[in-house]
C-alpha cells in the first residue's frame, strides 16, 4: 500500500466546476455559447428555458428534483447520475439550493474545419505485419461516437469479406436506435480508417482493422453541431449496450479546452465509467499545439488512451523528416499529468466520405483525392482512429487485456522519434512514450505501468481525486517531472522549455524513453489538499480550488482548419 501512496496526489474535495465547450478535433471544432445564468424570475420564464445537466446522487434523484421544479427532462443520463432538462431561469435559481445537486449549462457546440495522400499508417505502426499473421480485428467491435457513417458505401459498412460490419446505429440527437446516416462527413472518414477493407495499391486495406465490427452513433449533425447532453447521451447508450455488441473500444475523435478539473467534467465522468466497466477509451489529444498545456477534454482524463499526431511530411520511404505535427496538443495537463500518452500517424490520412452530399466534403473539394468518395484529412482525429484500429488487433491477439494493461503495453511498447545524435526529438510532454508499433504490443507482455496509483472507483465516486508527477519551474518557466521518490528526472526528454521544432524525428527508436526504467505516466502523492505551491501548474490563470467555479460566461473561438502536414 505504501508504493502505491507514492504514486498519486489525492484529494477528497468536492468541488462544482463545469466545462462549456466541446470541439471535435481534427476536422470538428465545437464552440460553447453558454452564458451567465440569470436567477431572477420573470413573467418570460418559460420562453428562456435553457438546457443543463442536473447530476445528483443518482439518477432517481435528479429525476424528482426537476419535476418537482417544474422542468422539462430531456434525457435521463445514468452514466452520470444526472439527467439534461430544459430550465427556466427560476427552475435553475430553485435547483441550486438543492442539496447534492450540480448543474451545469449545457454548451452548444458546433463543427467546423476540413479534411488534407498516402495511407503510410498500417506500415508505420506495424498493422501490415500482424495482417501477414492473420490478426485483423476478428471479433472485436469498436463504437464510434462522431456525427454517423456513409452506410450505403461498401468501404465503410463491410469488412474484408463482404460482409456488413456494422452491428448497430444509434441516433444520439433523437434518442433511438435508427439508422442514423453521415450528413457531415467526419465520422465516416473516422470509421474508413480504423476498418475500411479497401485495399490501396501496395496491396494494403486502408483500414487499421478491416474485421473488426463498428457501432456507430451519431451525435453531430450536418453541421457537425451537438451539446453535451447529446454527447453525453450517445456515451450512456454505449455503456448500457457494451454487451450486447460485444463493444471493446470506443473512439472519440472530439474535443474542448478543459474550464475545470477532470473530475468535474460530466463529459469525463462518463468516460471514466466505460473505462471502468472495461472499455478502452482512445481520445484525441487535440489541435490546439504546439504550446503547452493545450490537452482537450476527453484527453485529459488521466485514464484513457490520448493520442497526439504524427506525419511522414509526405515522404514515406524517408523517416528523416518524420515527426510530430505542428498541431497536436501538448502536455502536460493542469493536473500534471504527461499527455499525449502515444502518438500516431495523423497528417494527410485517406477516407471515405460522400463528396455530394456531406458538408465536410462540400466545403473542402480540394482534398478529393481520386474520385469523390476519398478524401484526406489531418488531425488528432485521424491519430486517434489509428489507435482505434491497433487496440482492436491487440484484442483479438488477446481478448482478455483490461484497459490499463491495454493503455500499459501499447506505451511500453512505442517509439520514440530521437536525432540523428541519438538525443530526444520532442520531450515526453509532445511525443508521451512515442509512436504507437502495434506489432510490438501485441507480443509485449509488460504488466501494471500504466494508471498506477489511482483508483477510478474513487474518482468517480469524488471521494478521491488525482495529479500527476510534473511541476513546472516558476523561474525558468521549464516543465519537470518527479520520480516515484519525489525527485526530479533529468533524463534526456523529460526537462521541456516549451519548444518545438517542425520534423525532428529522424529515428523512430522502440523504447528509448523507457530505456531508464522511468514509468512517467504513473502519479505522484500529494495529500491534504496541497495544491502544488512548489512549481504548480496553475500558470494561465486557472485557480481552480475548493470555492472557485468556472464562469458560464467562459466562451471559445474555434480554431481554423490545420496546417496540411
Not at 418559460?46 to 421544479?69: F, L, P, W
Not at 469525463?268 to 487535440?286: D, F, I, R, Y
Not at 504550446?291 to 485529459?300: E, K, L, M, R
Request: proline residues 4%.
Amino acid at each position: 500500500m505504501a508504493s502505491l501512496n507514492r504514486n498519486a496526489r489525492t484529494w477528497t474535495i468536492h468541488m462544482k466546476t463545469y466545462a462549456t465547450t466541446l470541439k471535435l478535433l481534427g476536422t470538428l471544432a465545437l464552440t460553447a455559447l453558454a452564458g451567465t445564468v440569470p436567477v431572477s424570475s420573470t413573467a418570460s420564464d418559460s420562453a428562456q428555458a435553457s438546457g443543463y445537466i442536473v447530476e445528483g446522487r443518482d439518477t432517481a434523484t435528479a429525476v424528482k428534483a426537476v419535476r418537482k421544479a417544474g422542468g422539462r427532462i430531456t434525457h435521463e443520463l445514468p452514466i452520470i447520475n444526472g439527467v439534461s432538462a430544459d430550465l427556466t431561469p427560476r427552475q435553475v435559481a430553485q435547483l441550486r439550493q438543492v442539496a447534492d445537486l450540480q448543474l451545469v449549462a449545457d454548451a452548444s457546440v458546433k463543427t467546423q474545419g476540413g479534411p488534407i495522400l498516402d495511407q503510410y499508417a498500417r506500415i508505420q505502426i506495424g498493422a501490415d505485419r500482424l495482417a501477414a499473421q492473420g490478426l485483423f480485428g476478428n471479433g472485436v467491435t469498436v463504437a464510434v461516437l462522431d456525427s454517423g457513417v456513409w452506410y450505403s458505401w461498401n468501404n465503410v459498412k463491410n469488412d474484408l469479406n463482404g460482409q456488413n460490419k456494422i452491428l448497430a446505429e444509434y441516433d444520439a440527437i433523437a434518442s433511438k436506435v435508427a439508422h442514423a446516416p453521415d450528413d457531415y462527413g467526419h465520422g465516416s472518414h473516422i470509421a474508413s480508417i480504423i476498418g475500411s477493407p479497401d485495399i490501396s495499391i501496395d496491396g494494403q486495406p486502408q483500414g487499421i482493422a478491416p474485421m473488426a465490427k463498428l457501432v456507430s452513433v451519431k451525435a453531430f449533425d450536418v453541421n457537425g453541431s451537438s451539446t453535451y447532453a447529446t454527447v453525453i447521451n450517445g456515451l450512456n447508450w454505449i455503456l448500457a449496450n457494451k454487451a450486447t455488441y460485444n463493444i471493446r473500444v470506443l473512439n472519440l475523435s472530439f474535443g474542448a479546452r478543459p474550464q475545470s478539473f477532470y473530475w468535474n467534467d460530466p463529459l469525463n465522468k462518463a468516460v471514466m465509467k466505460l473505462w471502468q466497466a472495461g472499455v478502452v477509451v482512445v481520445a484525441s489529444a487535440g489541435n490546439f499545439g504546439p504550446a503547452a498545456q493545450t490537452i482537450s477534454v476527453p484527453g485529459n482524463t488521466p485514464y484513457v488512451i490520448t493520442v497526439g499526431a504524427t506525419t511522414d511530411n509526405w515522404t514515406p520511404t524517408n523517416p528523416a523528416d518524420d515527426g510530430v505535427t505542428s498541431f497536436s496538443s501538448t502536455g502536460p495537463t493542469f493536473e500534471g499529468f504527461i499527455k499525449p500518452d502515444i502518438v500516431a500517424p495523423g497528417g494527410h490520412m485517406i477516407g471515405s466520405m460522400n463528396g455530394g452530399t456531406m458538408t465536410l466534403a462540400k466545403q473542402h473539394p480540394e482534398f478529393k483525392t481520386v474520385n469523390d468518395t476519398m478524401f484526406v484529412m489531418s488531425g488528432t482525429s485521424q491519430s486517434a482512429a489509428v489507435v482505434s484500429g491497433a487496440v482492436a488487433l491487440m484484442l483479438q491477439a488477446t481478448p482478455s487485456l483490461t484497459p490499463d494493461q491495454v493503455k500499459c503495453r501499447l506505451m511500453a511498447s512505442a517509439a520514440s522519434a530521437v536525432k540523428s545524435t541519438g538525443k530526444a526529438a520532442y520531450s515526453v510532454f509532445q511525443q508521451g512514450a512515442g509512436q504507437v508499433n502495434v506489432y510490438n504490443a501485441v507480443y509485449n507482455t509488460t504488466l501494471n505501468c500504466a494508471n498506477q496509483g489511482l483508483n477510478i472507483a474513487k474518482d468517480i465516486a469524488g471521494t478521491a481525486h488525482y495529479g500527476g508527477p510534473v511541476h513546472q519551474d516558476t523561474s525558468t518557466g521549464q516543465f519537470y517531472v518527479l520520480d516515484n521518490l519525489g525527485k526530479r528526472i533529468t533524463a534526456d526528454g523529460y526537462l521541456w522549455n516549451n519548444t518545438f521544432a517542425k520534423n525532428q524525428g529522424y529515428l523512430w527508436n522502440n523504447g528509448y524513453l523507457w530505456n531508464n526504467g522511468y514509468l512517467w505516466n504513473n502519479g505522484y502523492l500529494w495529500n491534504n489538499g496541497y495544491l502544488w505551491n512548489n512549481g504548480y501548474l496553475w500558470n494561465n490563470g486557472y485557480l481552480w480550488n475548493q470555492s472557485t467555479v468556472a464562469s458560464t460566461a467562459t466562451s471559445m473561438t474555434p480554431e481554423s482548419w490545420n496546417v496540411q502536414e
